[in-house]
C-alpha cells in the first residue's frame, strides 16, 4: 500500500564504521526516493536522492542503491563520523509535485 | 538563498485557542506541503498545493484543521479549536513540480504546545 517499511529503527556504530539502512516499498509506481536527515531540533534536511531510472548514487561518504525489482532501496554511510548522528527518514513519491510517504525514521549513534 | 520560511517558530497556547501557522515557500516553488511530525506517528502529510490550489487534504485530522493558500508565496494552515493531542511540530516543505521529480525543501517548523 503506501506505507514505506524502514529498518532498522535504531543504529549504533564506531566511528569510521559504514552504516546501512533499507527501506522497502510496494506501490510499484514509485520513481523517486529522496534520503532526508534530521537533527535534533532541527528541519529534515535533503542529503541525497535517487529517481527510478538510476540504480546507485554516491556523494562523497554517502550513496544510494535502488532495486526497483525487489522494490527496496538503502542508504549507505561509509568512514562514519560523530557529526553523522542524527535521525534519517527515507521516502518515497509516484509523481512530481505530489506528496512523500516518509519512513519512521532510523535513529544513528556514531560514537568517537 | 532563502529558503522555506515559517513563523512563529513556538507557539504554546491553551486549549480551545485559535492558532495560525504561517509558511513562505521558496520563490519559485509551485508545489507547498504541510507536514506534522510526533513521536508516535513520525512525519505526516496534512495537506498540499499545487500553482495555489489544494490537490490532497485527506491527512487533514478533521474539520478543526484548515489551510489556505491566498497566493504563491504564503500560506496559512489553523486550527480551532485547539487541543492538546494537536501538540507537535508542523513541517512546511516546498518544490518546483512540473518538471520532473524535484525534491522537496523544509522549514525549521513550529513547535506547538497546546496545554
Known amino acids: 500500500g503506501e506505507n514505506v517499511e524502514q529498518h532498522p529503527s535504531t543504529l549504533s556504530v564506531q566511528e569510521g564504521d559504514s552504516a546501512v539502512i533499507k527501506c522497502t516499498y510496494s506501490?510499484?509506481?514509485?520513481?523517486?526516493f529522496p534520503w532526508y536527515k534530521q537533527e535534533l531540533g532541527k528541519r529534515p534536511q535533503l542529503i541525497i536522492d535517487i529517481r527510478s531510472n538510476v540504480g546507485e548514487k554516491k556523494d562523497q561518504r554517502i550513496a544510494v542503491t535502488l532495486n526497483k525489482t525487489a522494490k527496496h532501496f538503502s542508504l549507505h554511510i561509509t568512514e562514519t563520523q560523530p557529526e553523522d548522528s542524527a535521525v534519517y527518514f527515507c521516502a518515497r513519491h509516484r509523481q512530481a509535485g505530489t506528496a512523500l510517504i516518509f519512513g519512521k525514521g532510523t535513529t544513528l549513534s556514531v560514537s568517537s | 538563498d532563502a529558503g522555506v520560511i515559517q513563523s512563529p517558530r513556538h507557539e504554546v497556547t491553551e486549549m480551545g485557542q485559535e492558532v495560525t501557522l504561517r509558511c513562505k515557500p521558496i520563490?519559485?516553488?509551485?508545489?507547498l506541503f504541510w507536514y506534522r511530525q510526533t513521536m508516535m506517528r513520525g512525519l505526516e502529510l496534512l495537506i498540499y498545493f499545487n500553482n495555489n490550489v489544494p490537490i490532497d487534504d485527506s491527512g487533514m485530522p478533521e474539520d478543526r484543521f484548515s489551510a489556505k493558500m491566498p497566493n504563491a508565496s504564503f500560506s496559512t494552515l489553523k486550527i480551532q479549536p485547539s487541543e492538546p493531542r494537536d501538540s507537535a511540530v508542523y513541517f512546511c516543505?516546498?518544490?518546483?513540480?512540473?518538471?520532473?521529480?524535484?525534491?522537496?525543501?523544509f522549514g525549521d517548523g513550529t513547535r506547538l504546545s497546546i496545554l
Open positions: 520563490s519559485g516553488h509551485n508545489s
Open positions: 506501490d510499484s509506481a514509485s520513481n523517486y
Open positions: 516543505a516546498s518544490s518546483l513540480s512540473g518538471q520532473g521529480n524535484q525534491p522537496q525543501h
